[in-house]
């Protein structure tokens, strides 16, 4: 059973910068590729980022590319995703996912595993 920790999100002003961690246990972390989402109470949950199993490929949503960058550390199975220039829209609750293919993809139906979120408030 893969268990995905994410932790890292809070209160911030818009401007200002997190980075979120998710640590993944129970696979062999570095076979598959990993992805962030996020999702506003009411919303459905939408893609931000997600990296190959390498992590020489990488996509990231229009909303967010220049600012937010997703990596991953297969030594410590644990992927990240700083996020920079920090606007109130970004504020949602932020999900981490393991996609049981090596490739990277969009597609919120291909992910097999979730991790409980972690809160991100900016503030204006």
């Known amino acids: 059973q893969v268990q995905l920790i994410e932790s890292g999100g809070g209160l911030v002003q818009a401007g200002g910068s997190l980075r979120l961690s998710c640590a993944a246990s129970g696979r062999t972390f570095s076979s598959y590729a990993m992805g962030w989402f996020r999702q506003v109470t009411g919303k459905e949950r939408e893609f931000v980022a997600t990296?190959?199993?390498?992590?020489?490929?990488?996509l990231y949503a229009d909303s967010v590319k220049g600012r937010f960058t997703i990596s991953r550390d297969n030594a410590k199975n644990t992927v990240y995703l700083q996020m920079n220039s920090l606007k109130p829209e970004d504020t949602a609750v932020y999900y981490c996912a393991l996609d049981s293919s090596p490739y990277t993809t969009y597609e919120i139906g291909e992910y097999d595993y979730w991790g409980q979120g972690t809160q991100v408030t900016v503030s204006s």
């Open positions: 990296i190959s199993w390498s992590g020489r490929t990488t």
